[in-house]
């Protein structure tokens, strides 16, 4: 699939700002730990019919996907941006050269229905809101059952300053957005992720199916 333009977002991820996060996003074994039972719990939703094949889209260095490994035996896959990140996945052997790509949640290189499950952690905070619906239409094609978003919740929508930059940090109701615009949508389990407990930064999740 042909890459659209690169937002001014995404050229603040694949450029110098990228890069120092990567030395920002610690995989510590306390955010390890929270992020298998979040995981040992969103895929507890799904027991009846567990995802075969799991996209990250936005994957940075892999927690997630380091988390998903030691929880379920589903083909992993993701996409990331940002090139130093993608190498750290690689040299870490947390996925292999052709289950990564560079590309973004506005043009996803897979199929219609071709991953179970498509998933993204505070990655849709950091497009613009009218890019927003795009990047939802993509992880709705690709997913054959299953949506679970993994973002920073405001009851309305808010532009948050994000390290000294603007527009490149927005909260909103991600799980709301998705019932709207999807009303087919069933809710299989949602939750808050305290980040004095866990570590994880605050978040809020949302697991769906499509029926
Ligand atoms: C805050 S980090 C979160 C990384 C990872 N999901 C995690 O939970 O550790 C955001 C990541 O998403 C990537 N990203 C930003 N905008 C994106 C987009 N529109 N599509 C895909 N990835 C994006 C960035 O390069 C960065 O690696």
Not at 30 to 48: D, E, F, K, N
Not at 55 to 73: D, M
Not at 106 to 133: K, M, R, W, Y
Not at 153 to 172: A, Q
Request: charge should be negative; proline fraction near 4%.
């Amino acid at each position: 699939m042909n890459q659209p333009a690169p937002t001014s977002q995404i050229e603040f991820w694949r450029g110098e700002f990228g890069h120092h996060y990567i030395g920002r996003n610690d995989a510590n074994p306390t955010i390890l730990r929270s992020l298998v039972a979040l995981w040992t719990r969103i895929l507890h939703s799904m027991q009846g019919a567990p995802p075969q094949s799991i996209l990250e889209v936005g994957c940075n260095i892999g927690k997630n996907l380091r988390a998903l490994r030691s929880v379920t035996g589903a083909k992993l896959l993701a996409v990331e941006p940002n090139s130093e990140a993608r190498q750290i996945v690689l040299s870490d052997r947390v996925l292999e050269a052709a289950d990564l790509y560079d590309a973004t949640s506005s043009a996803l290189p897979f199929a219609d229905g071709q991953c179970d499950l498509v998933f993204t952690n505070t990655v849709l905070i950091h497009v613009h809101p009218d890019n927003l619906e795009q990047s939802y239409r993509e992880i709705y094609r690709v997913s054959g059952r299953y949506i679970v978003t993994i973002e920073y919740f405001s009851d309305k929508l808010e532009s948050i300053n994000y390290r000294g930059h603007d527009n490149m940090l927005f909260k909103r109701d991600f799980g709301g957005l998705w019932l709207d615009l999807y009303p087919n949508l069933r809710l299989l389990d949602y939750g808050f992720a305290w980040k004095r407990l866990t570590q994880l930064d605050n978040v809020t999740w949302w697991a769906f199916e499509k029926c």
